[in-house]
């Protein structure tokens, strides 16, 4: 059964990821010749099932483009950034200058996504280890793609296998607005047993 957060922590959650896609904002915008907004409007806590449940409703039969980081430290897990294959596609164009359908931007594609998940990943998870004085250590991103509407496949989001069905999911909506484009992902944080306990109590010590 999924715990219920109160209001104080979610706030406190929905602060803690948008300081840190304020600063992954700030690094995109430095690599590139046009400004980038992050916005994160929404947070939820939710289980595997409801996970799928959500993408599902949102994304429909589409495939799913994921940059994954997994995280150890005071807590562990995996961190993902997830696009929809034709957002995703869009976000590389702006990004690299292609034109939307050039047979050069799928060539593009795995790496350009690559460096921004790993820029977005790394500033929330930068900023919830620093504001929490908590010390974390990454593993190198990996990309992969996997199909939305199939529970299995939405299961291979995450590498740890054996923890997946006690596991914390952390679902933030992330909107990239670049120019007149408006851009919408997922910032999803999967948690291993007792780490998510471990986070929410490392908020209350800092509060």
């Known amino acids: 059964m999924i715990k219920q957060l109160t209001t104080d922590q979610l706030d406190a959650l929905k602060e803690l990821v948008n300081v840190g896609v304020g600063k992954s904002a700030g690094m995109l915008n430095e690599m590139i010749e046009f400004r980038i907004r992050l916005q994160v409007p929404n947070i939820k806590l939710l289980t595997m099932s409801e996970l799928q449940t959500e993408l599902g409703a ?16 005071s807590f562990a897990g995996t961190a ?55 010390p974390l250590h990454y593993e190198v991103p990996a990309y992969i793609e996997v199909p939305v509407y199939i529970e ?28 007149e484009l408006q851009v919408q992902g997922d910032i999803i944080l999967f948690f291993g047993v007792g780490s998510f306990e471990t986070l929410l109590t490392a908020i209350e010590d800092v509060g």
Do not use: C, H
Request: zero cysteines.
């Open 80 to 134: 993902q950034l997830v696009f929809p294959t034709e957002s995703a596609a869009t976000l590389v164009a702006v990004l690299t200058g292609e034109e939307p359908g050039s047979p050069d931007l799928d060539a593009l594609k795995i790496g350009t996504l690559t460096e921004v998940g790993n820029i977005v990943i790394n500033g929330v998870m930068g900023s919830i280890s620093n504001m929490l004085t908590q």
């Open 58 to 73: 949102r994304l429909g039969e589409d495939q799913l483009a994921s940059v994954q980081l997994a995280f150890s430290g």
């Open 152 to 179: 299995e496949d939405i299961n291979n989001l995450v590498s740890n296998k054996k923890t997946q069905q006690n596991m914390d999911i952390l679902l933030a909506q992330a909107r990239f607005n670049v120019e």
